[in-house]
């Protein structure tokens, strides 16, 4: 039987457009599916916090409104639990805010209500998105829909629950270290991280090593992108450079397209592996084996080509990692309520030497520097998901630090890099595995290179039909 959820971001945008469905009837169909599968025994985890009223006195005032023509009008999303929305409860995955109401929203929130989304409430992340998984002390794990004992990643992994499992039809996450890829990887979802200055709303380069950004979360490659366009049209732009050629929907344009043919690497290095063993899974090359295979049947390049190891990378990503945990505003009774990883990241960056940071930034600047010479010569690079596939609840151990840090680099190895370098990437579902879970892999562009990625994202969309599967919670 059909139902509106059915429907691409896209579609429900047309529709809402056009007077077949209105924004309140839209938001209370995802509230009524949160209800079900969101709260209670056997809740995804998706959800922290959950604001029906202020939802649907949203939509009806859009409703009210003459501006349809807004990017994103009448679309539910929801901000992630590391964004501040004024007068709704945010606590930043810690116990140590549980109760925190802010007075003022962060610039992602207004960037999305500008364009004229209804925000659902909070999604899940873990504490001050500090992991790669989404596992707290004060809200659910986060459990990917195709199979709930497993974790569904971090740090945006309530918003891909959400999305995956159908309780929304896009959302905005952030990737600091591959936290919109890693849970897209493992929910089936197409995550996008931007170029760092990119979107205005978070251009990357307010935070230590300049790794933060903010980027979409879809089911489809043209809903990541329509997200995108209504993430980069909101802004001055007073510390980032819209891409070259940039115009309204440009990136919805080269998604819906999906023309091309470009000349692509093709790598498994990591700057990790000098440190760590890092063992890709028979069900990670599975999908770095269709993902060849397809391209090579569309008719792009694909040329393997390897980088030099990183041997100072581990200690200065490691550095620049607890410098910006240093800052959190936690003293006293506070600090004492953070869990083991976050507190050791905390204490560990406040007895940082400023040499230390700088050191490490000059170190991370150099990585920059070789990546982005070394990927130049392509168009994209094709390179692996995760290491693995998605890890059961439970897996990361939250009482040892340094375990929990090794155990995110097993699974994580080709993503921390790419916010250091400062390119955009993409995660894209491409295999699913004997036991029915999805398998990504991920595409590595130039800087502004946005448009190529989606234009290849579309192409093997297009040929794999990942849109059309759904998780059994559906």
Do not use: C
């Not at 209670?40 to 922290?48: S, V």
């Not at 459990?143 to 629950?161: H, K, M, N, Q």
């Not at 990670?284 to 080509?305: C, K, M, N, Q, S």
């Amino acid at each position: 039987m059909f139902e509106l959820h059915h429907l691409t971001a896209l579609e429900q945008l047309d529709w809402l457009r056009r007077g077949e469905v209105t924004p309140l009837e839209l938001v209370d169909h995802y509230l009524a599916r949160i209800e079900r599968l969101d709260t209670g025994e056997g809740a995804l985890g998706a959800f922290a916090t959950v604001t029906p009223e202020a939802a649907r006195r949203r939509a009806a005032a859009l409703a009210a409104s003459p501006g349809r023509a807004a990017a994103l009008w009448g679309l539910p999303l929801a901000d992630k639990d590391l964004s501040a929305r004024a007068g709704i409860r945010t606590m930043f995955g810690s116990r140590a805010f549980a109760a925190f109401v802010p007075e003022a929203s962060d610039e992602i929130v207004e960037a999305v209500d500008a364009a004229g989304a209804v925000s659902l409430g909070k999604t899940v992340a873990p504490e001050f998105g500090m992991p790669s998984h989404s596992e707290s002390l004060v809200s659910p794990p986060a459990r990917t829909p195709w199979d709930p004992r497993l974790g569904a990643g971090g740090s945006s992994g309530g918003a891909a629950v959400a999305v995956s499992a159908g309780l929304l039809p896009l959302a905005p996450g952030s990737d600091g270290g591959g936290s919109i890829r890693i849970p897209a990887a493992a929910t089936g979802l197409v995550g996008l991280k931007p170029s760092r200055g990119l979107v205005p709303a978070g251009t990357g380069f307010g935070s230590p090593g300049a790794l933060v950004v903010p980027g979409p979360l879809a089911r489809t490659v043209a809903d990541a992108a329509l997200l995108l366009d209504a993430l980069v049209e909101q802004g001055d732009y007073d510390s980032a450079t819209r891409a070259p050629g940039w115009a309204d929907g440009a990136y919805l344009d080269a998604a819906v397209r999906g023309e091309g043919r470009f000349n692509l690497g093709a790598t498994s290095w990591s700057p990790w592996a000098h440190d760590f063993e890092l063992a890709p899974s028979a069900e990670t090359l599975a999908a770095l084996d269709v993902a060849r295979r397809e391209l090579d049947a569309i008719g792009h390049g694909l040329e393997p080509f390897d980088l030099p190891p990183e041997p100072e990378y581990s200690d200065a990503f490691r550095v620049a990692w607890q410098a910006g945990a240093s800052a959190i505003p936690v003293e006293g009774e506070r600090l004492a309520l953070l869990e083991p990883l976050t507190r050791w990241l905390v204490e560990a960056g406040r007895r940082l030497p400023a040499s230390a940071l700088v050191a490490a930034q000059r170190t991370l600047n150099g990585v920059e520097r070789r990546t982005i010479r070394a990927f130049s010569r392509f168009d994209a690079v094709l390179m692996p998901g995760m290491a693995m596939t998605p890890r059961p609840i439970g897996w990361y151990d939250h009482e040892d630090p340094e375990r929990n840090f090794a155990q995110q680099v097993a699974y994580t190895p080709w993503t921390s890099f790419v916010n250091v370098a400062g390119l955009p990437a993409i995660s894209l579902p491409v295999h699913e595995t004997a036991a029915g879970l999805p398998m990504a892999v991920q595409l590595v562009g130039r800087p502004g290179g946005e448009r190529v990625l989606l234009a290849i994202g579309a192409q093997l969309e297009r040929r794999l039909g990942w849109h059309r599967r759904h998780p059994p919670r559906w």
